[in-house]
Protein backbone atom coordinates (compact mmCIF):
# COMPACT_ATOMS: atom_id res chain seq x y z
CA UNK A 1 0.00 0.00 0.00
CA UNK A 2 1.10 3.70 -0.68
CA UNK A 3 0.64 4.86 3.22
CA UNK A 4 -1.62 8.04 3.95
CA UNK A 5 -4.63 8.72 1.65
CA UNK A 6 -3.68 11.73 -0.12
CA UNK A 7 -5.21 15.29 1.51
CA UNK A 8 -7.83 16.49 -0.19
CA UNK A 9 -7.28 20.39 -1.49
CA UNK A 10 -9.37 22.71 0.50
CA UNK A 11 -11.80 25.25 -1.42
CA UNK A 12 -13.42 28.27 0.63
CA UNK A 13 -16.65 29.32 -1.29
CA UNK A 14 -18.01 32.91 -0.42
CA UNK A 15 -21.62 33.76 -1.99
CA UNK A 16 -24.62 35.58 -0.15
CA UNK A 17 -26.88 33.17 -1.79
CA UNK A 18 -27.73 29.73 0.31
CA UNK A 19 -28.51 27.67 -2.36
CA UNK A 20 -25.58 28.62 -4.95
CA UNK A 21 -22.96 27.65 -1.99
CA UNK A 22 -25.08 24.04 -1.80
CA UNK A 23 -24.81 23.56 -5.74
CA UNK A 24 -20.87 24.37 -4.74
CA UNK A 25 -20.75 22.35 -1.76
CA UNK A 26 -22.41 19.19 -3.71
CA UNK A 27 -20.47 19.90 -6.78
CA UNK A 28 -16.89 19.89 -5.16
CA UNK A 29 -18.03 17.32 -3.07
CA UNK A 30 -18.48 14.96 -6.14
CA UNK A 31 -14.88 16.33 -7.35
CA UNK A 32 -13.31 14.88 -3.84
CA UNK A 33 -12.08 18.52 -2.71
CA UNK A 34 -12.56 19.70 1.28
CA UNK A 35 -15.40 22.38 0.84
CA UNK A 36 -16.14 25.12 3.57
CA UNK A 37 -19.22 27.79 2.11
CA UNK A 38 -19.63 30.98 4.13
CA UNK A 39 -22.04 33.56 3.41
CA UNK A 40 -20.44 37.23 3.57
CA UNK A 41 -16.90 38.40 3.43
CA UNK A 42 -16.84 38.74 6.99
CA UNK A 43 -16.63 35.63 7.54
CA UNK A 44 -14.50 34.68 4.59
CA UNK A 45 -11.84 37.03 6.50
CA UNK A 46 -12.29 35.16 9.77
CA UNK A 47 -11.82 31.58 8.00
CA UNK A 48 -8.62 33.16 6.27
CA UNK A 49 -6.98 34.06 9.64
CA UNK A 50 -7.13 30.13 11.23
CA UNK A 51 -7.24 28.28 7.67
CA UNK A 52 -5.13 28.66 4.27
CA UNK A 53 -7.83 27.25 1.72
CA UNK A 54 -6.08 26.35 -1.90
CA UNK A 55 -8.30 28.52 -3.86
CA UNK A 56 -11.24 30.68 -2.62
CA UNK A 57 -14.35 31.11 -5.14
CA UNK A 58 -16.10 34.76 -4.46
CA UNK A 59 -19.20 35.72 -5.65
CA UNK A 60 -18.74 39.89 -6.98
CA UNK A 61 -22.08 40.94 -5.37
CA UNK A 62 -22.89 40.38 -2.01
CA UNK A 63 -24.08 43.31 0.26
CA UNK A 64 -22.16 44.65 3.09
CA UNK A 65 -18.55 43.53 1.91
CA UNK A 66 -18.42 43.22 -2.16
CA UNK A 67 -16.36 40.92 -4.02
CA UNK A 68 -14.08 42.99 -5.26
CA UNK A 69 -13.33 44.50 -1.49
CA UNK A 70 -12.48 40.71 -0.53
CA UNK A 71 -10.65 40.33 -3.58
CA UNK A 72 -8.15 43.69 -2.34
CA UNK A 73 -7.82 41.45 0.80
CA UNK A 74 -6.81 38.70 0.09
CA UNK A 75 -4.56 39.55 -2.78
CA UNK A 76 -2.50 41.66 0.06
CA UNK A 77 -2.63 39.00 2.84
CA UNK A 78 -2.25 35.63 1.03
CA UNK A 79 -0.85 36.57 -2.35
CA UNK A 80 -0.22 32.50 -2.92
CA UNK A 81 -3.90 31.76 -2.55
CA UNK A 82 -5.75 31.16 -6.21
CA UNK A 83 -9.41 33.27 -6.42
CA UNK A 84 -11.87 33.06 -8.58
CA UNK A 85 -14.63 35.10 -9.45
CA UNK A 86 -18.30 33.99 -9.84
CA UNK A 87 -20.86 36.68 -11.19
CA UNK A 88 -23.92 36.45 -13.44
CA UNK A 89 -23.96 37.31 -16.87
CA UNK A 90 -25.11 40.69 -16.31
CA UNK A 91 -22.22 42.01 -13.94
CA UNK A 92 -19.25 41.67 -16.73
CA UNK A 93 -17.76 44.41 -15.43
CA UNK A 94 -17.01 43.66 -11.87
CA UNK A 95 -15.68 40.33 -13.63
CA UNK A 96 -13.31 42.41 -15.79
CA UNK A 97 -12.48 44.57 -12.66
CA UNK A 98 -11.84 41.18 -10.67
CA UNK A 99 -9.21 39.59 -13.61
CA UNK A 100 -7.54 43.17 -12.82
CA UNK A 101 -7.01 42.86 -9.60
CA UNK A 102 -5.36 39.37 -10.32
CA UNK A 103 -8.37 36.70 -10.15
CA UNK A 104 -6.71 33.94 -11.67
CA UNK A 105 -9.97 32.93 -13.48
CA UNK A 106 -14.12 33.41 -13.29
CA UNK A 107 -17.11 31.44 -13.64
CA UNK A 108 -20.51 32.76 -15.23
CA UNK A 109 -23.86 31.32 -13.23
CA UNK A 110 -25.56 28.83 -13.16
CA UNK A 111 -22.23 26.98 -13.30
CA UNK A 112 -21.40 23.81 -14.94
CA UNK A 113 -19.32 21.01 -12.75
CA UNK A 114 -17.49 20.89 -15.40
CA UNK A 115 -15.78 24.53 -15.70
CA UNK A 116 -15.88 24.75 -12.32
CA UNK A 117 -14.06 21.38 -12.21
CA UNK A 118 -11.81 22.28 -14.48
CA UNK A 119 -10.91 26.17 -13.27
CA UNK A 120 -10.92 25.29 -9.21
CA UNK A 121 -8.14 22.18 -10.95
CA UNK A 122 -5.91 24.84 -12.70
CA UNK A 123 -6.50 27.34 -9.86
CA UNK A 124 -4.83 25.19 -7.17
CA UNK A 125 -2.33 24.92 -9.61
CA UNK A 126 -1.55 28.52 -10.06
CA UNK A 127 -1.52 28.64 -6.20
CA UNK A 128 0.67 25.91 -5.77
CA UNK A 129 3.27 27.14 -8.00
CA UNK A 130 2.56 30.64 -6.86
CA UNK A 131 3.80 29.66 -3.33
CA UNK A 132 6.84 27.43 -4.60
CA UNK A 133 8.21 30.70 -6.83
CA UNK A 134 7.23 32.76 -2.74
CA UNK A 135 9.21 29.89 -1.05
CA UNK A 136 12.33 29.75 -3.10
CA UNK A 137 12.40 33.40 -3.38
CA UNK A 138 12.28 33.30 0.78
CA UNK A 139 14.83 30.91 1.06
CA UNK A 140 17.28 32.40 -1.34
CA UNK A 141 16.95 35.55 0.35
CA UNK A 142 17.99 34.13 3.56
CA UNK A 143 20.79 32.64 2.13
CA UNK A 144 21.95 35.84 0.61
CA UNK A 145 21.69 37.20 4.33
CA UNK A 146 23.58 34.63 5.38
CA UNK A 147 26.41 34.77 3.01
CA UNK A 148 26.54 39.07 3.79
CA UNK A 149 26.77 38.43 7.41
CA UNK A 150 29.34 35.93 7.02
CA UNK A 151 31.25 38.10 4.10
CA UNK A 152 30.61 41.59 6.71
CA UNK A 153 32.06 39.18 9.51
CA UNK A 154 35.19 37.93 7.34
CA UNK A 155 35.90 41.52 6.09
CA UNK A 156 36.18 42.67 10.16
CA UNK A 157 38.23 39.70 11.00
CA UNK A 158 40.56 40.92 8.26
CA UNK A 159 40.75 44.32 9.13
CA UNK A 160 41.70 43.03 12.89
CA UNK A 161 44.45 41.44 11.89
CA UNK A 162 45.76 44.26 10.00
CA UNK A 163 45.43 46.59 13.37
CA UNK A 164 47.02 43.50 15.08
CA UNK A 165 49.79 43.25 12.56
CA UNK A 166 50.46 47.34 12.70
CA UNK A 167 50.54 46.87 16.50
CA UNK A 168 52.44 44.21 17.13
CA UNK A 169 55.38 46.13 15.46
CA UNK A 170 54.83 49.60 17.68
CA UNK A 171 53.95 48.51 21.15
CA UNK A 172 53.49 52.51 21.71
CA UNK A 173 50.63 52.65 20.01
CA UNK A 174 48.76 49.44 21.40
CA UNK A 175 45.24 49.78 21.15
CA UNK A 176 45.59 53.03 19.53
CA UNK A 177 43.75 52.12 16.35
CA UNK A 178 40.65 50.87 18.54
CA UNK A 179 40.34 53.89 20.82
CA UNK A 180 40.47 56.37 17.97
CA UNK A 181 37.69 54.11 16.84
CA UNK A 182 35.48 54.11 19.26
CA UNK A 183 36.11 58.03 20.24
CA UNK A 184 35.01 58.62 16.50
CA UNK A 185 31.91 56.71 17.17
CA UNK A 186 31.08 58.42 19.78
CA UNK A 187 31.88 62.10 18.33
CA UNK A 188 29.81 60.88 15.13
CA UNK A 189 27.01 59.78 16.30
CA UNK A 190 27.03 63.29 18.72
CA UNK A 191 27.28 64.97 15.64
CA UNK A 192 24.16 63.45 13.87
CA UNK A 193 26.07 61.29 11.57
CA UNK A 194 23.70 58.15 10.52
CA UNK A 195 23.86 54.90 11.42
CA UNK A 196 24.84 53.32 8.12
CA UNK A 197 28.08 56.09 8.38
CA UNK A 198 29.14 55.61 11.37
CA UNK A 199 29.68 51.93 10.48
CA UNK A 200 31.33 53.45 7.93
CA UNK A 201 33.47 56.01 10.33
CA UNK A 202 34.20 53.15 12.63
CA UNK A 203 36.27 51.69 10.08
CA UNK A 204 38.18 54.33 8.78
CA UNK A 205 39.45 55.14 12.06
CA UNK A 206 40.30 51.89 13.24
CA UNK A 207 42.50 51.64 9.95
CA UNK A 208 43.79 55.49 9.59
CA UNK A 209 47.07 54.52 10.50
CA UNK A 210 47.24 50.85 8.89
CA UNK A 211 49.91 52.71 6.30
CA UNK A 212 52.60 51.93 9.15
CA UNK A 213 52.90 48.70 8.21
CA UNK A 214 54.73 49.94 5.01
CA UNK A 215 57.49 52.57 7.53
CA UNK A 216 60.35 51.12 8.46
CA UNK A 217 60.62 49.98 12.51
CA UNK A 218 63.60 51.66 13.05
CA UNK A 219 61.37 55.15 12.21
CA UNK A 220 58.65 53.92 13.44
CA UNK A 221 59.59 53.44 16.69
CA UNK A 222 62.59 55.79 17.11
CA UNK A 223 62.29 57.02 21.01
CA UNK A 224 63.86 60.08 20.45
CA UNK A 225 62.75 63.23 17.86
CA UNK A 226 62.87 62.27 14.02
CA UNK A 227 65.16 64.41 11.41
CA UNK A 228 63.20 66.05 9.10
CA UNK A 229 63.91 62.86 6.03
CA UNK A 230 62.24 60.88 9.15
CA UNK A 231 59.57 62.99 9.05
CA UNK A 232 59.08 62.92 5.54
CA UNK A 233 58.62 59.05 5.77
CA UNK A 234 56.67 58.59 8.63
CA UNK A 235 54.50 61.53 6.75
CA UNK A 236 53.98 58.68 3.96
CA UNK A 237 51.40 56.90 6.12
CA UNK A 238 48.10 57.93 4.61
CA UNK A 239 49.13 57.58 1.36
CA UNK A 240 50.53 53.82 2.20
CA UNK A 241 47.05 53.28 4.05
CA UNK A 242 45.12 54.46 1.76
CA UNK A 243 46.79 52.27 -1.21
CA UNK A 244 46.59 48.94 0.84
CA UNK A 245 42.72 49.75 1.80
CA UNK A 246 41.97 50.49 -2.23
CA UNK A 247 42.41 46.49 -2.33
CA UNK A 248 39.51 45.59 -0.64
CA UNK A 249 37.89 48.67 0.34
CA UNK A 250 35.70 50.99 -2.35
CA UNK A 251 34.26 53.02 -0.15
CA UNK A 252 35.10 56.65 -0.63
CA UNK A 253 34.60 58.00 2.99
CA UNK A 254 36.57 55.34 4.26
CA UNK A 255 39.38 56.04 1.93
CA UNK A 256 39.69 59.59 2.35
CA UNK A 257 39.29 59.59 6.13
CA UNK A 258 42.07 57.58 6.17
CA UNK A 259 44.41 59.29 3.38
CA UNK A 260 43.24 62.83 4.91
CA UNK A 261 43.43 62.33 8.66
CA UNK A 262 46.44 64.33 9.06
CA UNK A 263 45.28 67.33 7.46
CA UNK A 264 44.26 70.58 9.42
CA UNK A 265 41.71 72.87 8.90
CA UNK A 266 44.06 75.86 8.28
CA UNK A 267 45.61 74.00 5.35
CA UNK A 268 48.89 73.07 6.88
CA UNK A 269 48.49 69.45 6.76
CA UNK A 270 49.55 66.69 4.75
CA UNK A 271 49.47 65.24 2.29
CA UNK A 272 46.83 66.98 -0.23
CA UNK A 273 47.08 70.56 2.08
CA UNK A 274 43.16 70.63 1.89
CA UNK A 275 41.48 73.22 4.22
CA UNK A 276 38.46 73.46 5.99
CA UNK A 277 35.18 71.78 4.93
CA UNK A 278 37.42 70.33 2.17
CA UNK A 279 38.85 68.21 4.08
CA UNK A 280 36.33 65.00 3.85
CA UNK A 281 34.19 64.52 7.23
CA UNK A 282 35.55 61.64 8.71
CA UNK A 283 39.05 62.96 8.09
CA UNK A 284 38.06 66.05 10.25
CA UNK A 285 36.61 63.57 12.56
CA UNK A 286 39.65 61.62 13.03
CA UNK A 287 42.07 64.31 13.28
CA UNK A 288 40.57 65.22 16.52
CA UNK A 289 40.18 61.86 18.36
CA UNK A 290 43.35 60.75 16.75
CA UNK A 291 45.42 63.81 18.47
CA UNK A 292 43.14 63.58 21.69
CA UNK A 293 44.46 59.66 21.91
CA UNK A 294 48.08 60.71 21.05
CA UNK A 295 48.10 63.34 24.06
CA UNK A 296 46.79 61.19 26.61
CA UNK A 297 49.17 58.31 25.91
CA UNK A 298 52.40 57.79 27.00
CA UNK A 299 54.55 57.89 23.72
CA UNK A 300 58.54 56.99 23.12
CA UNK A 301 59.53 61.28 23.03
CA UNK A 302 56.98 61.91 26.01
CA UNK A 303 54.93 61.27 28.73
CA UNK A 304 50.94 61.64 28.80
CA UNK A 305 49.00 65.08 30.25
CA UNK A 306 46.31 65.43 32.07
CA UNK A 307 42.65 65.87 30.86
CA UNK A 308 42.93 69.51 31.41
CA UNK A 309 46.20 70.65 29.59
CA UNK A 310 44.24 68.32 26.88
CA UNK A 311 41.57 69.99 26.76
CA UNK A 312 43.34 73.81 26.71
CA UNK A 313 46.12 72.31 23.96
CA UNK A 314 42.96 71.28 21.95
CA UNK A 315 40.83 74.25 22.38
CA UNK A 316 43.50 76.35 21.32
CA UNK A 317 43.83 74.40 17.93
CA UNK A 318 40.19 75.10 17.64
CA UNK A 319 40.30 76.50 13.53
CA UNK A 320 44.26 75.36 13.11
CA UNK A 321 44.58 72.25 13.35
CA UNK A 322 41.24 71.04 13.80
CA UNK A 323 37.05 72.10 12.60
CA UNK A 324 35.53 74.75 15.25
CA UNK A 325 32.56 72.84 14.96
CA UNK A 326 33.59 69.08 15.25
CA UNK A 327 36.17 70.22 18.53
CA UNK A 328 33.22 72.23 20.45
CA UNK A 329 31.26 68.80 20.18
CA UNK A 330 34.53 67.10 21.25
CA UNK A 331 34.97 69.10 24.58
CA UNK A 332 31.46 69.18 25.36
CA UNK A 333 31.81 65.47 25.16
CA UNK A 334 34.87 65.19 27.03
CA UNK A 335 33.03 67.38 29.94
CA UNK A 336 30.51 65.30 29.80
CA UNK A 337 32.62 61.90 30.80
CA UNK A 338 31.51 60.57 27.79
CA UNK A 339 34.93 60.09 26.02
CA UNK A 340 36.80 59.02 29.09
CA UNK A 341 35.19 56.35 30.51
FE1 LIG B 1 48.28 58.87 11.51
FE1 LIG C 1 46.87 57.67 14.72
Known sequence: MNGK???REKILVVDDDKYVLQTFKDFLSILNYDTVTVSSGVKAIEYLSNNTP???????????????????????????????????????DVIKTAMQKGAYDYLIKPVKITDLAMTVKRAIERGKLL??????????EQKVNEQTRYIKKMFLRA?????????????????????????????????????????????????????KIGIKDKILSKPEGL????????????????????????????????????????????????????????????????SFDALKTDRPYRTSKS????????????GKQFDPEIIKVFLKLIDENKIIQ
Do not use: W
Not at 257 to 283: S, T
Open 5 to 7: PKK
Open 54 to 92: ECVLIDMVMPDMSGLDLIDYIRINFPYISFIAVSAVSEI
Open 131 to 140: KENIEYKNKL
Open 159 to 211: INAMIKALEARDHYTEGHSERVSNFSVILGKAMGIENNNINNLRIAALLHDIG
Open 227 to 290: NSHERSIIMQHPLIGERILRYFIDNQDILKGVRNHHERYDGKGYPDKLKGQDIPLFARIICVTD
Open 307 to 318: INEIKTIMENES
